[in-house]
């Protein structure tokens, strides 16, 4: 029998008020003396292009066209194009050298450039209007940030500096218990204080935290860090994180710049003290990314373009085997290995710790380019790992709805579920927290609202993250607005009905560009716009249906498609077949959930949800929900209780019925 141990877990959190002693807002100062200042409040949550005025797509046909056109010089690379640089050198109008660093990189997928040299970036019109400034003999001007962002960043790298010259160099604790203690709390008792010191590696007392410095590549100086602390609750180990700058803005591949420029092999973690166990046990290039196995930002694409080899080790768990192949999407699949989590291919620091041949693993990576599979020999270790673990394999599991992980075991990607309900009953409420929920356990989530809109869906589901009325403590909100915002969630900026097309498109922008495994389409009718008008409207649907299915698999991603019912007799509770159109949508489904709004026959509850199918493994049932309207919550966590304690109440009235006849048959 084998036996999968508990493994730490990561989580982000704020660590800057225990370094400053108090509550600190987003604009405060960390440099002794400095009074906080108050920054201004905002929702920045990212959303993508709307319907009224979206960034124009362009192939990678165009894009090589078009630099022909221009007799820029460029050559293919696995991700992108690389041409000579428009920001360095001489600015004239002149031809860009072939002899001048290739410096710029033009993404193949997204057309966005960015030039490691001046560590200018923008978009594809961006590079366009550049090219054509440089032709009428203008000086190219790299796109410039706001100021509210350069204020950020320039706040960022001040707060930064200040930690990181309060932080010590790990091996050079006064105390050597201290640094015994300190080396064991993190796992790390394994790894060298050469290890330490060539990574550059801090602890910072006042917060008993790690710090990881994230060095300009252009002259070095310091960009951002990161600080990783330790809580234990129970036996569960949790690192709590936190960057500066916040994390969608902090591009730390940590450990590149210790790689030389002969190098061409690289080792990807999605943990800083995976790449130090890397180095130390294998002597292998290796660099962490910034948001571990969650994401790999198209911006990290150029830096990653000179290695021709690259093993992805993300972790040891299911999902971080699932984001490893989707990340060597992004990086050419002909290029990259994959290191299979398993009891013996532990993540990289445990395998340290345990002693393992760290290089031996490294060689038994499996090739992430199989065009077909020929035999079972090749399916053996997926299906082994499968059966290893069942509760991974499983998917993500609801905090809030624990009946639902009953039944659908849980949140995986690649499937397809459909939710319908009656007009009124709550389902776009309840399908808010419903995603809520898998978003706050890391699940990157795009919600596409076309029925109501994003700032009213933010609201709801703001309401439902905080479990309170914020209306009532409005010097709450920006705290729980500041929580809210770390969650990866985007928002499709489209209102109305929609042209399927752009939404796939739009769908398949997000995955590219946020890793997003989990998207919400709320729902189905507004994507039968009017370029259906002259279809027949059950063939229109099917062909939609048909398109978001093949979409989750490609994609490796999991879709919620939200549609209404037929119009029935209210008295009549739904069913499968009560879904609007075709069988097809039910038959393309992996899961279709209905919100009941009916009495239950146990109890006075209004509302319960019922899955009626469930491909994974055939599981079916009902269960109660209740619902609060002051933190617009629909969870269930005392449903169960509920359930008994009615069960109890009916066998206690049954008995003192059967009582009370017994007693009156023995009176005279």
């Given at each position: 029998m084998a036996l999968v141990p508990l493994r730490p877990s990561r989580?982000?959190?704020?660590?800057?008020?225990?370094?400053?002693?108090?509550?600190?807002?987003?604009?405060?100062?960390?440099?002794?003396?400095?009074?906080?200042?108050?920054?201004?409040?905002?929702?920045?949550?990212?959303?993508?292009?709307?319907?009224?005025?979206?960034?124009?797509?362009?192939?990678?046909?165009?894009?090589?066209?078009?630099?022909?056109?221009?007799?820029?010089?460029?050559?293919?690379?696995?991700?992108?194009?690389?041409?000579?640089?428009?920001?360095?050198?001489?600015?004239g109008d002149q031809l860009l050298s072939a002899n001048a660093p290739f410096t710029l990189f033009i993404d193949k997928t997204t057309g966005s450039f960015l030039c490691t040299a001046t560590l200018a970036e923008g978009t594809w019109q961006d590079f366009q209007a550049n090219v054509e400034m440089r032709h009428r003999g203008i000086t190219p001007i790299p796109p410039a940030s706001s100021e509210e962002m350069e204020e950020e960043m320039r706040q960022a790298r001040e707060d930064a500096r200040c930690i990181w010259e309060r932080a010590l160099p790990?091996?050079?604790?006064?105390?050597?218990k201290e640094t015994k203690e300190t080396k064991a709390l993190f796992g790390i008792s394994q790894v060298s204080d050469a290890t330490l010191k060539r990574f550059g590696v801090r602890y910072l007392r006042a917060a008993r935290s790690l710090v990881f410095p994230w060095f300009s590549p252009q002259d070095a100086t310091l960009r951002g860090l990161k600080l990783v602390r330790v809580e234990k609750k129970g036996g569960t180990i949790t690192y709590v994180e936190e960057t500066l700058p916040r994390f969608d803005s902090y591009r730390?591949?940590?450990?590149?710049?210790?790689?030389?420029?002969?190098?061409?092999?690289?080792?990807?973690?999605?943990?800083?003290?995976?790449?130090?166990?890397?180095?130390?046990?294998?002597?292998?290039?290796?660099?962490?990314?910034?948001?571990?196995?969650?994401?790999?930002?198209?911006?990290?694409?150029?830096?990653?373009?000179?290695?021709?080899?690259?093993?992805?080790?993300?972790?040891?768990?299911?999902?971080?085997?699932?984001?490893?192949?989707?990340?060597?999407?992004?990086?050419?699949?002909?290029?990259?290995?994959?290191?299979?989590?398993?009891?013996?291919?532990?993540?990289?620091?445990?395998a340290l710790n345990q002693g393992l041949n760290v290089t031996k693993i490294l060689r038994s990576a499996l090739l992430a380019s199989h065009k077909s599979i020929v035999?079972?020999?090749?399916?053996?270790?997926?299906?082994?790992?499968?059966?290893?673990?069942?509760?991974?394999?499983?998917?993500?599991?609801?905090?809030?709805?624990?009946?639902?992980?009953?039944?659908?075991?849980?949140?995986?990607?690649?499937?397809?579920?459909?939710?319908?309900?009656?007009?009124?009953?709550?389902?776009?409420?309840?399908?808010?927290?419903?995603?809520?929920?898998?978003?706050?356990?890391?699940v990157s989530t795009l919600w596409g609202s076309f029925e109501i809109n994003n700032v009213r869906l933010a609201k709801i589901m703001l309401t439902q993250f905080a479990g309170r009325r914020l209306e009532d403590q409005l010097e709450l909100y920006d705290e729980w607005a500041d929580r809210f915002e770390e969650l990866p969630l985007y928002f499709m900026t489209f209102h109305g009905q929609q042209n399927i097309k752009t939404v796939i498109d739009t769908m398949q922008h997000a995955v590219y560009m946020y890793d997003i495994t989990h998207v919400v389409v709320d729902n189905l009718q507004f994507m039968m716009g009017h370029e259906h008008i002259s279809v027949d409207r059950l063939a229109a649907q099917d062909y939609i249906v048909g398109a978001f299915r093949k979409f989750a698999t490609d994609n490796t991603c999991h879709i919620t498609l939200i549609i209404h019912p037929r119009k029935e007799d209210d008295e009549k509770e739904l069913q499968t077949a009560s879904i609007f159109g075709s069988a097809k949508a039910s038959q393309e489904a992996d899961n279709v959930l209905i919100l009941q709004d009916r009495k239950l026959v146990t109890g006075p509850g209004k509302r319960y949800l019922q899955v009626s199918k469930n491909r994974f493994d055939g599981d079916v049932g009902i269960f109660p929900l209740e619902f609060s309207k002051a933190s617009l919550s629909f969870s269930s966590s005392k449903s169960k209780v509920r359930l008994k304690k009615m069960k109890e109440e009916k066998e206690i009235l049954a008995n003192k019925i059967v009582e009370g006849g017994s007693g009156a048959s023995k009176k005279p």
């Open positions: 989580t982000a959190c704020r660590l800057l008020p225990l370094l400053c002693g108090g509550a600190r807002s987003k604009g405060a100062s960390l440099s002794p003396g400095a009074p906080g200042r108050l920054g201004q409040r905002r929702y920045k949550k990212d959303v993508l292009p709307s319907p009224d005025g979206p960034a124009p797509s362009v192939s990678i046909t165009e894009i090589r066209q078009y630099l022909r056109a221009q007799d820029i010089p460029f050559h293919d690379g696995y991700s992108c194009l690389h041409t000579p640089s428009l920001f360095t050198g001489d600015r790990l091996w050079q604790l006064l105390d050597e730390n591949l940590f450990g590149l710049s210790l790689i030389g420029r002969r190098d061409t092999e690289l080792v990807l973690t999605g943990w800083e003290l995976d790449a130090l166990a890397l180095h130390q046990a294998a002597g292998v290039a290796s660099v962490a990314l910034p948001r571990g196995a969650s994401c790999l930002p198209p911006t990290l694409l150029p830096y990653l373009e000179r290695f021709k080899r690259i093993t992805l080790w993300l972790g040891e768990d299911l999902r971080s085997w699932e984001a490893a192949k989707l990340f060597a999407r992004k990086l050419s699949l002909k290029r990259c290995s994959l290191v299979r989590p398993g009891n013996l291919h532990p993540r990289p620091l445990e035999s079972f020999r090749q399916l053996r270790e997926e299906v082994f790992g499968e059966l290893v673990n069942t509760e991974q394999v499983s998917g993500v599991k609801w905090t809030r709805f624990p009946e639902l992980n009953k039944l659908l075991k849980g949140h995986r990607r690649g499937e397809l579920t459909i939710f319908t309900g009656p007009t009124g009953s709550g389902k776009t409420t309840f399908i808010s927290e419903y995603a809520l929920d898998l978003c706050m356990q890391g």
